[in-house]
T-cell receptor, first 109, second 113 residues
Framework: DAKTTQPNSMESNEEEPVHLPCNHS???????IHWYRQLPSQGPEYVIH???SNVNNRMASLAIAEDRKSSTLILHRATLRDAAVYYC??????????FGQGTRLTINP | EADIYQTPRYLVIGTGKKITLECSQT?????MYWYQQDPGMELHLIHY???????EKGDLSSESTVSRIRTEHFPLTLESARPSHTSQYLC????????????FGSGTRLTVV
């Protein structure tokens, strides 16, 4: 599985877009990029995943660089409920999820 | 509406007691996982199972044991709890392939006094 690197923390304002970066320079051609988030006192929650193309769902968008060495999770309009730790994980197939430290996102009112 | 259930949600227990943390899922998923997480720290995989009668140890060594007798249940047992076992324990499942991602339970927060 690919090693990922994320900033320890980020801060944004309510109702503004948020771009959360992730570097995964050792990713292989078959590794999917998964994003999860963990709200305080809860288990992680699936956000989105992708392989090569950009992906959109009701929660977020995932922009994957053409060389696949990095990706960005985009929250189009942040709310206070989006404050959480966001994890970027490179994974092959349905194998084990290995979590890093993630990015702690703070949303200011 | 949760498809994966963990009980109890909170547990305070004395040193030396035997405890079992329950994890049940209604999705029919073959793959199940146990993670341990200390407050403000990373999640560490301690056990996983890819089906009935299949269990493996994860990346973090743990004194706990698991069993997988039925697809829907994946209990975790500590034979003799110690204060060092105080932590949050999270259970997760995954279906075939990568569609839909992994589903986590709400966790059991264990305190051993």
């Amino acid at each position: 599985d690919a090693k990922t690197t994320q900033p320890n923390s980020m801060e944004s304002n309510e109702e503004e877009p948020v771009h959360l970066p992730c570097n995964h320079s050792t990713i292989s051609g078959t590794d999917y990029i998964h994003w999860y988030r963990q709200l305080p006192s809860q288990g992680p929650e699936y956000v989105i995943h992708g392989l090569t193309s950009n992906v959109n769902n009701r929660m977020a968008s995932l922009a994957i660089a053409e060389d696949r060495k990095s990706s960005t999770l985009i929250l189009h309009r942040a709310t206070l409920r989006d404050a959480a730790v966001y994890y970027c994980i490179g994974i092959q197939g349905a194998q084990k999820l290995v979590f890093g430290q993630g990015t702690r996102l703070t949303i200011n009112p | 509406e949760a498809d994966i259930y963990q009980t109890p949600r909170y547990l305070v227990i004395g040193t030396g007691k035997k405890i079992t943390l329950e994890c049940s899922q209604t999705m029919g998923h073959d793959k199940m996982y146990w993670y341990q997480q200390d407050p403000g720290m990373e999640l560490h995989l301690i056990h996983y199972s890819y089906g009935v009668n299949s269990t493996e140890k994860g990346d973090l060594s743990s004194e706990s044991t698991v069993s997988r007798i039925r697809t829907e249940h994946f209990p975790l047992t500590l034979e003799s709890a110690r204060p060092s076992h105080t932590s949050q324990y999270l259970c997760a499942t995954a279906g075939q392939g990568v569609r839909g991602g992994y589903t986590f339970g709400s966790g059991t927060r264990l305190t051993v006094v």
